[in-house]
């Protein structure tokens, strides 16, 4: 059983920076990859970024490829999602998630409750 907590949303000007981050709880977080998701207001929920479970391998969406950049502290149980050059389409719930199958796919195995992102013009 894996518990997640996200943090650090918040309401940022356009062109500004932000750091999410996802606690977890237990003692088994290096062995799941994590993943960042999100959802706006009438969308569906989309993947945002992964990371895999040593931190070696992360994978982008092409909407925050070059903006976004996922980490992991395997020591703290902790992930993160810094955001910089944020523009108002990337508002929206940010959800961590965990899992032991593949990182693009969202069929995570845990879900964190999700933490608000908005972004002003």
């Known amino acids: 059983q894996v518990q997640l907590v996200e943090s650090g949303g918040g309401l940022v000007q356009a062109g500004g920076s932000l750091r999410v981050s996802c606690a977890a709880s237990?003692?088994?977080?290096?062995?799941?990859?994590m993943g960042w998701f999100r959802q706006a207001p009438g969308k569906e929920r989309e993947f945002v970024a992964g990371?895999?479970?040593?931190?070696?391998?992360?994978y982008y969406a092409d909407s925050v490829k070059g903006r976004f950049t996922i980490s992991r502290d395997n020591a703290k149980n902790t992930v993160y999602l810094q955001m910089n050059s944020l523009k108002p389409e990337d508002t929206a719930v940010y959800y961590c998630?965990?899992?032991?199958?593949?990182?693009?796919?969202?069929?995570?195995?845990?879900w964190g409750p999700g933490t608000q992102v908005s972004v002003s013009s």
């Open positions: 998630a965990a899992t032991q199958g593949v990182i693009t796919d969202e069929r995570y195995d845990y």
């Open positions: 237990g003692r088994t977080f290096s062995r799941y990859a």
């Open positions: 990371i895999s479970m040593t931190g070696v391998r992360t």
